[in-house]
């Protein structure tokens, strides 16, 4: 109990590679929880000079203006390809392809598995939240079925629109990747597991090992239309229910 109030201590205070400045999330939104614990492992692991973060196009589109990092924007759905181009010519950066579900499961699909399919060393993390948050609260590739957005008044229907998309099922269906587990950020202890997850994924790339994807499951009050409690405690109850939270690999 002791080591866990001491790791909610550490994973809370402001890490030097966060940059001290307003962010433009919503109350209750998972990002910042997220970008505290990406700054919080590029401190630890010390290699803050060396790593670039790649910006999605979606709610963290500027993702840039909140690390001490080098940092560049790809365009929509691409940003594992910009990562594995700019891996390849610079081979000692650590980068780190930071998407949201639109970007990574929709227009991004194609670049997503063939990244994880070559093996790629570079890290994604993969942030779902099971709607289109920047764009106003369409539907997404991993909205729940029944799930209410803009453009699913009526809740999701999987005879018209498919399944929700489970990425880390689909990319371990593969050889290549070594590493490939799911969080979630609705809570204190959750929260510490996906900063576990994350830190190993990201060293799996200092030491060369190769692909390594990790899935957030995270909360989205505004364009869910819930209190910021609300909408964790759905992501416990409901997200969790059709996206199991573990790890899927670990070379």
Known sequence: MRSDVAEAKRVFSKPESLADVPTH?????????????????IDELGIRERTIVIA???????IYNYFKTDSLEAAHGRAPAVATGIKRVLPDRVV????????????GTAETVHTANRGENITILFVNNAIYGMTGGQMAPTSLAGQKTKTSPYGRNPADAGMPIRACELLNT??????????????????????????????????????SFVEFLSMCPTNWGMSSQ????????????Y???GNFRDR
């Open 25 to 41: 999330y919503c109350p209750g939104c998972g990002h910042g929880i997220i970008h505290r614990l990406m700054a919080q492992i």
């Open 56 to 62: 999605p196009v979606g709610c963290a589109v500027l």
């Open 96 to 107: 780190i392809s930071y998407q949201g579900d639109g970007d990574l499961l929709a227009i």
């Open 174 to 211: 593969l050889e290549a990747p070594v590493f490939i587990e799911r969080c979630s950020v609705h809570d204190v202890p959750h929260i510490l597991k996906a900063k576990r997850a994350t830190k190993k994924a990201i060293e799996n790339q200092v030491k060369g090992r190769g692909f």
């Open 230 to 241: 609300a909408a964790a405690d759905w992501v416990g109850s409901e997200m969790v229910a």
């Open 243 to 245: 996206y199991p939270l």
